[in-house]
């Protein structure tokens, strides 16, 4: 038995669906990653799988209990982080600790070796307000919370959106703690880069899911030519390679621009054809592909 | 036991929300108090501190006695002799609120009435009406003190029981606590469970094992206690600063409180359940539940006056019941067995809002 199975999962609100016909299995232990865009549908099936809403079509197991049925078991055994901070501003970060601890009828103590390495970092704040921490602080109380009843599934809906790089790669690094230790994680992120991350990721759009597979299979099953390309006049560049003879997409891609190429494509007519234009300093080298390459390609299928 | 604790650790966050919000807090514990003084004092509909000027063409006994009677009397002041020029210039002056005009003849046409002879009038009256108010009771008041003369022959008694110097706070006493109470109870509870929807917290609440109505109960407690100290404060003002008797046993009133209590709780998990936001809620409580309940509880408007479109309303109404039982017990004292009526229906009306809001409260987001 997977710790969740999602069958022809479906949702909708009004006249928008939500999710489309989602299917797919996360393993016991696994840690597992839905990377999208905002509007992918990625809280809807969070509130999903934590039995907030019912389904309009399909079904979903969590730990083999079903979402509509037995949602009383669910509501047990799973900690649920939802994507806006949802504890106690008002209440210390103390108080809010001791509350959860309460609401899952456990103690602190009880389960404190498993937050220890979460909790600890923001244990000299214990009596501060939980409204004036910062943004990483906040995560990690909330997944402090999280945890106190030690459930069997984690369920974060973005933990690191609007937090600093180094406290997100923290909050992965616990994260990686908590999977040694058996829980299962599904987590989902709007950040590409966070991707590689996970054990396995569900690459989804308009609630759809586009692929699942490791982040490396993702890389790995890239099959295009792709290069970077730069010049003084970004602008003008990206206007100019999309008619480029072999140029079969051409996108920013940081400070440079990622082009999807087929086999009409050579480098040297592409600078000659660029120059021209008028960009100078055109510079053409292949690229590796990412996550995000991947994503970009998917979507314009 | 273990769900005992869990129980009481709600209560204790419910109560530290609360302490942590000063200023609300404060509010809530004021809003009795300064609603008392201010219905007690600056809004009051009573005789008070009438100045009284008197024109009297001749200062015979009789007129003296009268003006005599006039001064003694401690709603009155009697501010002195004026001429009929003068009557006009006083009232403008806001120096007299009244003034009293005695016939030249007073005298013989009082002796005249004496034996029973039709005369015309030997005393006037005038008014400042500016204050509808002010000017009726107290020219009914003045009449009364003015013509309890043993010369006169009066075709009538009129007695005033239970409130006869017609103290305005007799009256709304009663109307302020059925006020006050769903203010706190059914707005502030309403509002604090609807901020839980509002600010995420409930999502988090909702993925747990504890049935969600088990919190709101818990939400309930602090704003119940909170209630009682209302009541407490209320019943203390009215006693030693207003002056209002409790005939009927502080005990009954607080019985009688308990339970509208109880009822404004259940009227806000019903706002609760209903509202998503808590603007909302605040909108759903003071227009439809405040505004309506001012209007029709008989609390500022005779009820008997009400179109008769409108006269059903005031039945479900539930601070028409309690005003109406409290009143009898607080000021015609009467017996707990008097308002037996009043009492089933807010207790069926109690049932009926907890009922109602427990069938459509949802542990779900939709």
Redesign the interface.
């Known amino acids: 038995m997977a710790a969740i199975e999602v069958h022809n999962l479906c949702k909708r609100y009004g006249k928008v669906t939500a999710l489309d016909h989602l299917s797919f299995t996360v393993e016991k232990g696994e840690l597992f990653g839905l990377i999208g865009p905002d509007g992918a549908g990625k809280t809807t099936l969070f ?1 999903l799988l ?5 389904p309009d079509e399909g079904s979903a197991t969590v730990e083999g209990f079903d979402i509509v049925g037995d949602y ?1 078991e669910i ?2 055994i ?1 900690g ?3 994507g ?8 210390s970060v103390e ?1 809010n600790l ?3 601890a ?4 456990t103690r602190v103590a009880d389960a404190y070796e498993l937050i220890e390495p979460v909790y600890k970092q923001i244990e000299p704040f214990k009596t501060r307000r939980a409204g004036k921490l910062s943004g990483g602080m906040k995560q990690k109380l909330a997944l402090s ?1 999280a945890l106190i009843h030690r459930p069997k599934v984690l369920f974060l809906d973005e933990p690191t959106t609007g937090v600093d790089a180094v406290s997100r790669s923290e909050f992965w690094d616990m994260l990686s703690d908590l999977k040694q230790r058996g829980i299962t994680i599904l987590v989902s992120t709007p950040y590409m880069d966070e991707a590689s991350r996970c054990d396995r990721v569900a690459l989804c759009n308009e609630g759809r899911i586009l692929t699942i597979d490791t982040p490396c299979h993702i890389v790995e099953n890239f099959d295009k030519r792709l290069y970077a390309v730069s010049g003084d006049n970004m602008f003008t560049l990206l206007n100019v390679s999309r008619a480029v003879s072999g140029v079969v997409e051409c996108y920013p891609f940081g400070s440079a621009h990622h082009i999807v190429a087929d086999a009409a494509f050579n480098e040297n007519e592409f600078i000659a054809q660029a120059t021209l234009a008028g960009v100078r300093n055109v510079d053409v080298y292949p690229a590796e592909p990412t996550i995000e390459d991947v994503f970009i390609n998917l979507m314009k299928q | 036991m ?2 005992q ?2 129980f009481l ?2 209560v204790k ?1 419910e109560t ?2 609360i302490l ?2 000063v200023r609300t807090m404060m509010i809530v514990l004021l809003i009795p108090v300064v609603l008392m003084i201010l219905f007690g004092f600056a809004i009051s509909t009573e005789v008070n501190n009438l100045n009284i000027a008197v024109v009297a063409p001749t200062r015979t006994d009789g007129v003296r006695q009268s003006i005599e009677r006039l001064a003694n009397n401690p709603y009155f002041t009697f501010v002195g002799y004026i001429n009929d020029e003068q009557i006009d210039p006083m009232l403008r002056s806001a120096k007299a609120d009244a003034v009293v005009v005695f016939d030249s003849d007073y005298e013989r046409l009082m002796a005249m009435r004496a034996e029973g002879m039709d005369t015309k009038p030997v005393m006037q009256f005038i008014f400042d009406a500016s204050n509808t108010n002010v000017a009726s009771a107290g020219a009914a008041y003045l009449q009364n003190v003015m013509t309890t003369d043993h010369s006169s022959q009066q075709l009538f008694e009129m007695h005033l029981l239970y409130n006869p110097q017609m103290k305005s706070a007799y009256n709304f006493v009663p109307g302020i606590m059925g006020l006050i109470f769903i203010l706190i109870c059914a707005m502030m509870t309403s509002v604090s469970i609807v901020r839980e929807k509002e ?3 409930m ?8 049935r969600p109505i088990k919190i709101i109960l818990a939400k309930m407690i602090p704003y119940f206690v909170i209630s009682c100290i209302n009541l407490t404060t209320i019943l203390l003002i009215a006693r030693y600063i207003l002056d209002v008797p409790m005939s009927g046993g502080v005990g009954s009133i607080i019985f009688l409180s308990l339970l509208y209590l109880l009822l404004a709780l259940a009227l806000g998990l019903l706002v609760s359940v209903i509202s998503s936001s808590q603007v909302m809620a605040l909108l759903l409580s003071a227009m439809v539940m405040m505004l309506p309940m001012m209007m029709l509880s008989g609390m500022v408007f005779p009820l008997e006056n009400l179109p008769k479109v409108l006269s059903p309303l005031p039945y479900i109404v539930p601070a028409r019941w309690y005003i109406e039982a409290i009143r009898k017990v607080m000021i015609m004292g009467l017996p707990l067995t008097a308002v037996l009526k009043e009492i089933s229906i807010l207790c069926l009306m109690t049932v009926v809002l907890l009922g109602v809001s427990l069938k459509k409260f949802n542990d ?3």
């Open positions: 509130r934590a039995t907030l809403l019912n009383r509501r047990e799973v649920y982080m939802p806006r901070f949802s504890l106690y501003q008002d209440l108080e001791d509350f959860f309460a609401l899952f009828g919370c | 273990k769900k604790h869990n650790s709600f966050k530290l929300h942590r919000d600010m995420g917290t999502e988090v609440l909702l993925v747990s094992p504890v779900k987001l939709e």
